[in-house]
């Protein structure tokens, strides 16, 4: 058998192996993160731009650092615990491959700190900085994974550092402004179908008549089952701004309208390969399949930097809060984000060629909710709310990394005012998420194989807060 044929042409070949890098962001719904008041929380984050309870308000409208009239500082915890399990349901394995697991749980617990600082300078101006994590996702399945081909860890983190000024414009009126300083650190992994690039690689070597077409069958025999795994990591830093303000309507109600800008990341990285070993061959495939290989790793899987454009939406809030009397408060917010900003994932070389493209074509979202304050006494504060959250991911374009559907919150909390300085509160929310479908390739069902199924998802969140007035 002749090896002597140029690597080059088997390059060439073997151009339209894709990888399976399907990097969905881990950016709620999606990969928003609405977790950044551990107060507000226990009302699902009701009233939000209005309530303007303590710093935390920051975040969820500057303007309502004016009705504080006290320097202060709060700390909050969130313990978010996705329960993510695929259920299959036809699916297919890739050539070459098994069909593999289904996954385990692809949830975890996630540990998420938030901090806020606000200061009256006057009876008109206040100053605050926030700090926290509007967005982060984190889902890893079994290597085995069924879906393996198309998405193992996604990890997202970012963390928000935001200087705000509020002015109280009247008596009845304030304005708040913001900027935002953002950093994202990305990873994702997957596997490779090895096994599948070696067998495309030898039969189109063979159709341009650079090795025998009869070394193929042997070929595609001692081959089977070799996966590779990559690795991509990216990360940057961006800014963005906020706005928002707050109107007493009467002395018990009041309206609040809160926006916060997009902000486009352009993430700088590097994508690594980890290579199979290839097995023990007969002498005379061990050349051939050894140039193959070389071929491909050249080729596809070499280690390099990447680059990749991502947006991250903007989003509108408007609330309500009204007092009905010394035991009652209730509250209402509608916010709107414009996830439609994420058409794809695409990281790029270097260079400039395509290492992985993944359609996203998200949608606008809506996240409705409402809520209550129950005052037991000078002690004791209990809340409860109910929130439907939209999701902007389409069952044509959902992936393992981000199986997202609409859900339904339903919250708890309570408050102790431990003394006139401090005082501690508790929120527990449980989210049910309808069921998500997949019927999903990404993009070569003989590379990847077919996913296809349903995903049984629920999310449990428990929250602490300490807020201390100076």
Do not use: C
């Amino acid at each position: 058998m002749s090896t002597q044929f140029r690597r080059t042409q088997i390059a060439a070949a073997i151009g339209t192996f894709t990888l399976a890098l399907g990097a969905a962001p881990a950016f709620g719904a999606a990969f928003a993160l609405q977790e950044t008041s551990g107060s507000a929380l226990g009302n699902a984050f009701a009233g939000g731009a209005a309530s303007a309870e303590d710093a935390t308000t920051l975040w969820s409208n500057p303007a309502g650092m004016s009705r504080l009239d006290s320097m202060q500082v709060a700390g909050v915890v969130h313990l978010i615990t996705p329960s993510i399990r695929f259920r299959n349901d036809g699916s297919a394995a890739a050539a070459f491959q098994p069909l593999g697991s289904g996954g385990g749980d692809a949830g975890g617990i996630n540990v998420v700190p938030n901090f806020y600082f606000s200061m009256p300078i006057n009876n008109r101006v206040s100053i605050g900085i926030g700090v926290n994590s509007p967005f982060g996702l984190v889902t890893e399945y079994d290597d085995d994974f069924i879906g393996r081909f198309q998405g193992i860890k996604s990890e997202v983190k970012t963390i928000n550092v935001n200087p705000a000024i509020s002015w109280r414009v009247a008596d009845n009126f304030a304005v708040g402004v913001g900027v935002d300083w953002q950093r994202v650190d990305a990873e994702f992994t997957s596997a490779v179908n090895y096994s599948a690039g070696l067998a495309q690689a030898a039969q189109q070597a063979a159709a341009a008549g650079q090795i025998p077409a009869a070394a193929v069958p042997s070929i595609l025999a001692a081959v089977p089952g070799l996966t590779a795994k990559s690795r991509v990591k990216a990360d940057d830093s961006a800014w963005g701004w906020n706005v928002g303000f707050l109107w007493d309507l009467t002395p018990q109600t009041r309206l609040g309208a809160h926006y916060r800008s997009s902000i486009k990341y352009n993430a700088t990285g590097d994508v690594s390969f980890d290579l199979p070993t290839l097995p023990a061959l007969p002498p005379q495939l061990a050349p051939v399949v050894g140039l193959l290989a070389n071929a491909i790793n050249s080729a596809r899987l070499n280690n390099g930097g990447i680059r990749s454009d991502i947006e991250v939406p903007d989003i509108a809030n408007v609330s309500v809060f009204s007092r009905l009397d010394d035991r009652w408060d209730v509250m209402g917010d509608v916010q709107y984000t414009r996830w439609s900003v994420l058409k794809d994932l695409t990281f790029k070389r270097t260079s400039g060629s395509v290492l992985a493209s993944t359609p996203e074509n998200f949608d606008d979202v809506w996240r409705v909710s409402v809520g209550a304050n129950y005052r037991y006494n000078d002690t004791w504060m209990f809340r409860g709310g109910l929130a439907w959250d939209q999701t902007p991911v389409n069952t044509a374009d959902r992936t393992p990394r981000l199986p997202d559907n609409d859900r339904f919150w339903v919250s708890l909390g309570a408050q102790y005012r431990i003394n006139k300085s401090l005082k501690a509160d508790a929120g527990f929310t449980y989210i049910f998420v309808n069921q998500p479908d997949i019927n999903q390739t990404a993009g070569s069902a003989t590379a990847n194989g077919l996913l296809k199924g349903t995903y049984d998802s629920n999310v449990v969140i428990v929250s602490g807060q300490l807020t201390y007035s100076f």
